[in-house]
């Protein structure tokens, strides 16, 4: 054996063992917190370094104070539900009408020229655009809340699914007609399958649209239990800190339906993955 072996030998035998590679996972879950934590530990350094008024940017521990005694009272508990509640049914009647609406004028060329523009029309109208319309039809009430989050919903919930539904491969039309498929057959087996990713899609914007909707209808219709409600609140008392408090958990919980909005999409459409 060469000199020149033994001594790389030798070298290797008194480097430091390499580490195992830090585990992906982890990496991938904590890398979205960086910016988020980050800028809590600047809103806290601003609090305790006096550069902003403690009055108008309370330090970060004041907040979770005040979520403590909140949330051990159960008054921010019963107003997060009710948002909930309202969320929900908003989300679910204004998607429900969305994808059969959406269905219905991607299967049909006449109801596609007839809507079409309309549709094109409506969506240029901002949302909160609608709010006088809606309290002057339906109260503003319950039901005026629910028609406003279901109106949310309704948009991103009907492009997509008509959209998914128009843009099937004419080559897949021109296969069913070979097959002699009937209309039936063809949504269940080639259409429907086929838009199902832009119809999560849809599904996955109008979660999230219903959830700042029912935060805008709480806060500029009748005040009723909600987080809006106690954003106003805050607001009209001055209770920065209650405030903040809202506006963190508002964000904590549209964080939440993102993410579990996005693990069901991709269970759902395992399938389509090659």
């Known amino acids: 054996m060469s000199l020149i072996t033994i001594a790389g030998r030798e070298r290797l035998s008194h480097t430091a063992p390499i580490g195992p590679p830090p585990s992906p996972f982890l990496g991938r879950h904590l890398r979205p917190l960086a910016v988020p934590i980050a800028l809590l ?6 609090a305790h370094a006096g550069v902003a008024d403690p009055r108008f940017l309370p330090p970060l521990e004041e907040v979770v104070a005040r979520g403590v005694a909140e949330f051990s009272r159960g008054g921010l508990a019963f107003n997060l539900l009710a948002s909930l509640e309202r969320d929900l049914i908003g989300f679910v009647c204004g998607s429900v009408a969305g994808i ?26 901002a949302l909160f655009a609608w709010v006088p319309l809606i309290s002057m039809w339906f109260g503003g009430g319950e039901a ?7 109106l949310a919903a309704f948009q991103p919930a009907l492009i997509n699914t008509w959209q998914g539904v128009s843009g099937i491969p004419r080559s897949y039309r021109e296969l069913a007609e070979v097959l002699t498929f009937g209309w039936f057959d063809f ?12 119809i999560f899609t849809g599904l996955h914007s109008a979660l999230i649209y219903a959830w700042t909707a029912t935060v805008g209808a709480e806060l500029l219709l009748n005040i ?8 106003n609140e805050g607001q009209h008392l001055f209770h920065m800190d209650l405030l903040l408090l809202c506006i963190l958990l508002l964000g904590g919980v549209g964080v939440v339906f993102n993410v579990i909005a996005g693990s069901l999409e991709h269970r759902l459409l395992r399938w389509r993955i090659p």
Do not use: C, D
């Open 144 to 150: 005026g809340k629910v028609v406003f989050i279901a």
């Open 100 to 125: 059969a609406l959406g269905l219905a004028i991607g299967f049909s060329r006449l109801l596609e020229r007839l809507l079409g523009p309309v549709l094109l029309v409506h969506r240029q109208i």
């Open 41 to 46: 530990a600047i809103w806290e350094l601003l």
């Open 224 to 231: 009723a239990p909600g987080i809006g409600g106690r954003m």
């Open 187 to 198: 949504a269940r087996i080639i259409a429907i399958p086929g838009a199902l990713p832009q």
